[in-house]
């Protein structure tokens, strides 16, 4: 088939979306088919064979666009959707894949062309929104009907998480034509072949004990959660440092600060943002792993790195976590300091939370593989195609 992929954000990053964009790209060039992509200015060059890769111009200079929902991001769809439009009359093609919100578009085009497409729901946008915008909560009820009109629209709906899968099947009956939702967790991404404990607390010039947080720094991340509850636990466990990878310099001065104000900036190392190729040795040389996001439903993509690692896991008890840790993988906390703070000084003191690392990683070597993630994602491509031809026969 030939595809028109829309990615509404910048590509290629190494963060969440951008990351699972190039691994669906890689997954459906590789099966043969054409693609062209749609997104944004910002990003690296990325050489795949059999995928072209167009970028919008922004009809005002555009800079530096964050994840989740931002008025930059606004005005950066607003020059996709200018843009699809041009190459939907032009680019004849046979189905759009559509990465969160640019499923608006991509079902204008169907209504307005007749080219089908598939939402890929990485997150569910009324929830992002009234996250970051609680006063937005008024009308929620009208962006959960516009999500649900998309998912109707659909010929099929790919969605990162089991939350969001049920959200999609919920709505995958409309009319007697059944639409297919394919659950495609993300692969874990992380080489561990470089695992050195003593190498990284020699680079952070430290002999404690490590709690390390993987990811950005953004709100719904919560880390000044987590802040807070490392610094009621170090009482605990005195010999523990916490090591924070990723997030830009304006956030990391923010929690600088915080960390001060808590007493512990001498305990906290800022990383700034790393390699992927790097993930790895961070996660397996650290002594736990921590996922403090106080909000949302999608599962975050490092937690399957963290899982693939084996070193044990704390995380809040958020279904954003649950849906694929539980007791017998890790530690869950309620999202609070002193909770987060007991689970931090379990981790770090029971004997037996090493085997709940084990047990993490033997379910994501089992489930959370790039073998699984390509053929789930072609044998949904498969049933959509099929339900397609079927409906045009």
Not at 83 to 91: E, I, L, N, R, S
Not at 261 to 275: E, K, N
Not at 365 to 392: G, M, Q
């Amino acid at each position: 088939m030939k595809i028109l992929f829309l990615a509404p954000c910048p590509f290629f990053q190494e963060r969440g979306t951008p990351i699972a964009v190039r691994e669906v790209l890689v997954v459906l060039a590789g099966a043969g088919h054409t693609i062209d992509v749609l997104c944004y200015h910002e990003g690296e060059a990325v050489e795949i064979p059999g995928v072209t890769l167009h970028r919008v111009k922004p009809f005002l200079p555009i800079h530096g666009v964050p994840p989740g929902p931002s008025i930059k991001k606004i005005i950066c769809d607003l020059s996709m959707a200018r843009d699809v439009v041009k190459m939907a009359q032009t680019g004849d093609y046979d189905l759009v894949h559509a990465v969160e919100e640019s499923a608006a578009m991509a079902r204008w085009i169907r209504r307005r062309f007749g080219i089908p497409y598939i939402y890929d729901m990485d997150s569910s946008m009324p929830g992002q929104v009234v996250d970051k915008f609680p006063w937005a909560r008024g009308v929620l009820a009208p962006m959960r009907e516009g999500e649900r009109q998309l998912i109707a629209g659909s010929s099929g709906v790919v969605a990162v998480c089991q939350a969001l899968a049920d959200t999609a099947q919920r709505v995958a009956l409309d009319g007697g034509r059944e639409r297919p939702v394919a659950l495609l967790e993300d692969p874990n991404l992380a080489d561990f072949s470089e695992v050195d404990r003593s190498a990284l607390k020699a680079e952070l010039g430290t002999q404690r004990r490590l709690v390390t947080y993987v990811g950005n720094l953004e709100s719904y991340q919560g880390i000044g959660l987590l802040l807070q509850g490392f610094s009621k636990a170090v009482g605990q466990v005195p010999d523990a440092d916490l090591l924070v990878v990723g997030g830009h310099s304006d956030h990391i001065a923010l929690y600088k600060g915080e960390s001060e104000a808590l007493g512990i900036a001498d305990r906290v190392h800022f990383t700034g943002p790393m390699p992927l190729d790097r993930l790895g040795f961070f996660l397996g040389s650290s002594d736990v792993l921590i996922s403090s996001r106080a909000q949302g439903e999608n599962t975050p993509m490092k937690i399957y790195s963290y899982m693939a690692s084996g070193t044990p896991i704390v995380a809040t008890a958020i279904r954003s976590h649950t849906q694929v840790l539980h007791t017998d993988n890790a530690v869950l906390a309620a999202p609070e300091p002193e909770a987060l703070a007991d689970g931090i000084v379990r981790a770090l003191t029971d004997p037996e939370v090493a085997a709940l690392g084990a047990a993490a990683k033997m379910e994501a070597d089992a489930r959370f593989n790039r073998s699984v993630f390509r053929r789930t994602l072609l044998s949904f491509y498969e049933l959509v195609a099929k339900n397609i031809a079927t409906a045009a026969a």
